[in-house]
């Protein structure tokens, strides 16, 4: 076995990495940019290597710097984690004639399967079902039209080397297969060094179904079941479950052998991933193999008790796989949700900035289920412009698929992130959504259930009495410590007020406080609404999260103090509070209401990032749709269009330069 390996990558596998192989007892090299000088991964590794500036073209990209690397601190193996060099053949022989260990496929098989138009001519020839499209390079956007018509729309574009959603668009037109082309070919060559892409048939409704295989260097190669990763925003995963809600026991079976005899055609060794469409009939058709790690593993290693990290550096140090397909079982349910730096008010826009505030929930055993969050991240770290959004992947395991997100659902609640935005809203919105629940899922789930986009979402029915019931025990407990501070002039006196109004949002709630007293643990009878609600907390001034139960439901909400009261997160929603006497709220009421700025005839830049290209000038009319600037964040491409017919006045940027949310790109006449 093997005594140091090396991690080429970051972040939270870089992470991942290093708690299996601290546990086998390996030590550990960690390589770092500039960004990454005082990440998390830099902290936990045994050792650490500078390998350049922040751009991953100039450090994580860079193999000499990678063996380097190794030979300074006598690694003799590299885990690749995923993205970067994880599936870059010439990486993999460069190691081998250093004579260091690649913790992964062998190039052979990293060639065939890990470039998408060679894998697809691969498993044409093997007789394995794909998805019609054109597998050769595409010249120019007048041949990607061609080909596009040839197979009929819709299409899908993708970067032959790409992966993460990145150099990925979907075209319904010869219009937005010439735009697409050119996003695909500019996103593939900053991400991955390779500006070719391909054409296939974009299946309508498909489900996004992956096999994991897992294989060794002696001929045994076995399937560990199937990950559901259906929802997804703009081709990028965003939570996924195994197994699927979706497959019965034959098709699974099927598909798990089919991706079996695909691994053994082309000697595959480690841990890789066959993926699939997925048809309402259950059809299936090959997508593509992915010759590495996936992203999102933990659901299989939680439903089969299987260390997928420590089988991949167990097979490159030539052992046997200890067990064999007889011998997996999927045992229970897991759901996985990436929580990404980005905005989900503001179409999932990146969002970047320093962590004041990371608090995740408790792992392990809770009950009759598990919370996992493989993370990257701490308190005060810096989320930068220049890597994924990615900021944990937070997981529960259950018996049961709706034990599972419901253990999710509360994990999410408990989860205290400040100091940037974060998809935390809408991934709690996500598992309360009834299609969600009930599995109905499809690649388009997000687009068809979000179509413009996610918005605070209001509360209704139950919600509004849980709501207020919370805030109003925070009013009351926050009230009872300020009156017995010493040098308090005039402390309450008399019984405690019965009578009671929260404003939640706009609306006004009275309550009536029917039996109690005011103490820590909080425990008190309120009504409202004409029903008498049991509410009982822990909850402490200053403490992010509440927990506790209204009316027998066990709840977790998350805490922040606003002017003159506080928001409540919980469950998708954000609201603002404040606690009132009836009087007050009455007052409150005639209070003028702020009206926002208006911003009508001004481009802002959505997020922090960096100008690619202006399309306008000065002067200029442009019709709605058309393309005023783009500017890219975190990797990914985003174009910001007109919204209406209008008339270019002062440009304020030009591409090249970085700029702050909000920052005016241009004025309108």
């Given at each position: ?14 992470c ?9 007892g ?38 000499d ?14 885990h ?54 054109y ?14 018509g ?29 735009d ?61 479950e ?33 993926e ?10 090959f ?14 290693e ?9 089988q ?5 140090a ?5 067990f ?30 320093r962590l ?62 400040d100091?940037?935005e ?9 598992m ?49 410590r ?31 406080l ?50 003159n ?51 306008v ?24 269009r ?18 702050a ?9």
């Amino acid at each position: 076995m093997f005594k140091k390996i090396l991690i080429a990558n970051r972040g939270e596998i870089a992470c991942r990495v290093i708690k299996t192989a601290r546990r086998m007892g390996i030590r550990t090299v960690a390589v770092y940019s500039d960004a990454d000088r005082d990440a998390l991964h830099v902290e936990m590794a045994d050792e650490a290597v500078h390998i350049g500036p922040a751009p991953a073209s100039e450090s994580y990209l860079v193999a000499d710097k990678i063996i380097a690397a190794c030979k300074q601190t006598g690694a003799e193996a590299v885990h690749p984690g995923y993205g970067f060099l994880s599936e870059r053949a010439s990486f993999c022989q460069a190691l081998e004639k250093e004579g260091i260990v690649f913790i992964g496929p062998k190039p052979r098989a990293i060639e065939a399967m890990g470039d998408k138009i060679e894998s697809k001519k691969f498993a044409n020839a093997a007789k394995v079902s794909t998805v019609p499209g054109y597998l050769g390079v595409i010249d120019d956007a007048d041949h990607a039209e061609r080909i596009a018509g040839e197979i009929g729309y819709p299409v899908m574009i993708k970067a032959s080397a790409g992966g993460g959603g990145k150099g990925m668009r979907i075209a319904w037109s010869k219009d937005e297969v010439r735009d697409g082309f050119d996003r695909a070919r500019s996103e593939a060559r900053s991400s991955f060094g390779d500006d070719r892409v391909f054409i296939e048939k974009f299946v309508v409704d498909p489900r996004h179904i992956e096999i994991q295989v897992l294989a060794d260097s002696h001929g045994n190669v076995v399937y560990l079941g199937e990950r559901e990763c259906s929802i997804q925003r703009r081709n990028q995963k965003v939570a996924e479950e195994a197994p699927s809600p979706f497959l019965d026991e034959a098709t699974r079976k099927a598909m798990g052998e089919q991706s079996v005899a695909l691994a053994r055609a082309v000697d595959y060794q480690s841990a890789g991933t066959v993926e699939f469409i997925v048809d309402r009939d259950r059809n299936f058709y090959f997508l593509e193999m992915n010759t590495r790690l996936q992203v999102e593993h933990p659901v299989t290693e939680l439903v089969t008790g299987i260390d997928l990290v420590e089988q991949m550096i167990r097979v490159a140090a030539g052992e046997t796989l200890p067990f064999g397909q007889d011998d997996i079982k999927l045992n229970g349910w897991a759901i996985e949700s990436r929580l990404y730096a980005e905005d989900p008010y503001r179409n999932f826009l990146p969002s970047i900035g320093r962590l004041s505030r990371y608090r995740p929930p408790r792992e392990g055993q809770n009950g009759d289920s598990v919370v996992r969050n493989d993370t990257g991240v701490f308190e005060g770290a810096e989320i930068s412009m220049y890597y994924d959004p990615m900021i944990a992947k937070l997981c529960t395991w259950a018996p049961t698929r709706l034990a599972a997100i419901d253990a999710m659902a509360e994990a999410l609640d408990g989860f205290v992130v400040d100091g940037i935005e974060h998809n935390m809203p809408f991934l709690s919105a996500l598992m309360k959504h009834p299609r969600w629940r009930e599995g109905r899922l499809s690649t388009g789930f997000i687009a068809e259930e979000y179509p413009d986009g996610f918005a605070p979402m209001t509360p209704h029915g139950k919600d509004i009495a849980v709501l207020a019931a919370i805030a109003l025990s925070c009013g009351l407990i926050d009230s009872g410590r300020r009156e017995r501070y010493a040098d308090r002039l005039r402390p309450a006196a008399g019984p405690l007020r019965e009578e009671w109004v929260v404003k939640l949002g706009a609306d006004y709630i009275p309550i009536t406080l029917v039996d109690g007293l005011v103490t820590i643990p909080f425990e008190m009878d309120m009504r409202i609404d004409g029903k008498t609600l049991a509410v009982a907390a822990d909850w402490r001034p200053g403490e992010p999260v509440w927990t506790g139960t209204v009316d027998g439901r066990k709840v977790t909400a998350q805490i922040r103090a606003v002017l003159n009261g506080l928001r409540i997160d919980w469950q998708g929603l954000s609201v603002g509070t404040k606690v009132f006497t009836p009087r007050q709220a009455e007052l409150d009421r005639l209070m003028p209401v702020k009206l926002p700025p208006d911003t009508s005839k001004l481009l802002l830049c959505p997020m922090p990032g960096l100008v690619v290209a202006i399309a306008v000038a000065e002067g200029q009319e442009v019709k709605a749709g058309e393309t005023l600037a783009i500017v890219e964040a975190m990797k990914m491409e985003n174009v910001l269009r007109a919204e209406r017919d209008l008339t270019v006045g002062k440009i304020n940027a030009k591409p090249g330069e970085s700029l702050a949310v909000d920052a005016v790109i241009m004025e309108f006449a």
